[in-house]
């Protein structure tokens, strides 16, 4: 079936430190993928996402690439904040309101 | 604009209860989802309504029931409460189905 695998967390890192959160699935076709962000007492925000292959999806100092051949989706940033401290959150969907989702990776960062 | 809003915020319940979860979806919104994230876990899929008609369901027993009313929004149903039902409740609405979903902040469900 359909599934979506995280790195354990936590990650913590100081801040300004590059961040990797790495991500794989198992997937028939092409799903699109995700990355949801919640933070401490707030419901999941969507972060990024990239519908096909090769395609790389961007938002507040986040990149993440949809690279088919390796089957991940591996978050990147390259400066992190102590604001981006949450939980990170892979998931891949084929167009529908069923999205499957990895297990979470918190992110702790420090000053 | 008001934001997916969900009551209770939190729910202690017994084994062997009932428990009825609400959610308004943003204006305008279609369709509802509902999601369940155990501590530590990912959310699962359990339902989606559209247009008030079940769309999808997840691997879940029949003791969780759902439906959307005219004006979108939604309730879930639990029956016959389990320790294991314990979890965040997450519902999630999206303009069309297949559209990019906006979640809420989730009821908490305590069952003891």
């Known amino acids: 079936g359909n599934s979506v695998t995280q790195m354990e967390g936590p990650v913590t890192l100081s801040e300004e430190a590059f961040l990797t959160i790495n991500c794989t699935y198992t997937?028939?076709?092409?799903?699109?993928l995700f990355w949801y962000v919640q933070y401490p007492g707030e419901g999941l925000q969507l972060l990024l996402k990239a519908t096909k292959a090769d395609d790389k999806g961007s938002n507040k100092g986040f990149e993440a690439t949809y690279r088919k051949e390796t089957t991940s989706f591996h978050l990147e940033k390259g400066s992190v904040q102590v604001s981006d401290s949450a939980v990170y959150f892979c998931?891949?969907?084929?167009?529908?309101?069923?999205?499957?989702f990895g297990t979470g990776t918190r992110l702790q960062v420090f000053p | 604009d008001a934001g997916v809003t969900q009551s209770p915020t939190h729910l202690i319940k017994t084994r062997g209860q009932h428990v009825t979860l609400r959610c308004s979806p943003i204006s305008g919104h279609k369709s509802v989802s509902w999601y369940q994230q155990v501590l530590g876990q990912g959310p699962q899929f359990i339902f989606q309504y559209y247009e008030k008609e079940e769309r999808g369901r997840g691997n879940f027993p029949d003791r969780f029931s759902a439906r959307q009313f005219p004006n979108y929004s939604s309730e879930l149903n639990v029956n016959a409460l389990l320790l294991g039902d314990s979890a965040l409740y997450l519902c999630?609405?999206?303009?069309?189905?297949?559209?990019?979903?906006?979640f809420g902040p989730g009821t908490r469900l305590t069952v003891t």
């Open positions: 997937a028939t076709g092409y799903p699109s």
């Open positions: 999630a609405s999206s303009p069309l189905a297949g559209d990019q979903q906006y």
């Open positions: 998931a891949l969907s084929y167009n529908t309101d069923k999205l499957i």
